[in-house]
């Protein structure tokens, strides 16, 4: 059993930076952050597998977000930069045990409480 618990998210003017946390505990295979702006699908953002440390982010965000996990404490992270009102929406991390690291949310077992994000214009 995965259990995840975010903290991080709050109000940024456009250009700000924001860096949110997930607590993990038990075994992992994939962790990713997704997000999900009022009436929009929940989309993928950045994920990691978490044996090798591989990255892959979504095109809106590459080169101002950074996934990263810190094994020593059982945590993940996601430090967002240059942050863009489009930016705005719910973000919750998600993981799965066994060997899955794709875009689909619905296939994510684990998820968290989520922690909203809120960019300013």
């Known amino acids: 059993q995965v259990q995840l618990a975010e903290s991080g998210g709050g109000s940024v003017q456009a250009g700000g930076s924001l860096r949110l946390s997930c607590a993990v505990s038990?075994?992992?295979?994939?962790m990713g952050w997704f997000r999900q702006a009022p009436g929009k699908e929940r989309e993928g953002v950045a994920r990691l597998w978490s044996g090798s440390g591989d990255t892959v982010y979504t095109d809106s965000v590459k080169g101002r977000f950074t996934i990263s996990q810190d094994n020593a404490k059982n945590m993940l992270y996601l430090q967002m930069n240059s942050l863009r009102p489009e930016d705005t929406g719910m973000y919750s991390c998600?993981?799965?045990?066994?060997?899955?690291?794709?875009?689909?949310?619905?296939?994510?077992?684990?998820w968290g409480q989520g922690t909203q994000v809120t960019v300013s214009a």
């Open positions: 998600a993981a799965r045990s066994d060997g899955y690291c794709g875009t689909d949310w619905l296939r994510y077992s684990y």
């Open positions: 038990g075994y992992t295979y994939c």
